[in-house]
């Protein structure tokens, strides 16, 4: 069992950064695959990036490649997201998961991931 907090959503200036962190509890966080997703109104939950626990990473689409960075700590059980250069289209809810991926092919895919968090609220002012 794994519950997930996030925190370090906020309201901030386009163009501005953020640093998002989710922490987690339960003895097994090592061994999970740990995601980020984001959830704007009237859109779907949509696939930001994920971070095995041997460090491996993948990025979802090119609107937040080169702009996010994904991290983890294992003793401190938090993985971060860094977000910089962002822009109104980044406003969303964002959630982090925790599924216990084999590879990282299919981080995208929502049912993958058995624990979620309650979210972030990130709102970028044009």
């Known amino acids: 069992q794994v519950q997930l907090v996030e925190s370090g959503g906020r309201l901030v200036q386009a163009g501005g950064s953020l640093r998002l962190s989710c922490a987690a509890s339960?003895?097994?966080?090592?061994?999970?695959?740990i995601g980020w997703f984001r959830q704007a109104p009237g859109k779907e939950r949509e696939f930001v990036a994920a971070i095995r626990w041997s460090g491996g990473i993948t990025y979802g689409g090119d609107s937040v490649k080169g702009r996010f960075t994904i991290s983890r700590d294992n003793v401190k059980k938090t993985v971060d997201l860094q977000m910089n250069s962002l822009e109104p289209e980044d406003t969303a809810v964002y959630y982090c998961?925790?599924?216990?991926?084999?590879?990282?092919?299919?981080?995208?895919?929502?049912?993958?991931?058995?624990?979620w968090g309650q979210g972030t609220q990130v709102t970028v002012s044009s």
């Open positions: 339960g003895r097994t966080f090592s061994s999970y695959t």
């Open positions: 998961a925790a599924g216990t991926l084999g590879v990282l092919d299919n981080a995208d895919e929502r049912a993958r991931y058995d624990f």
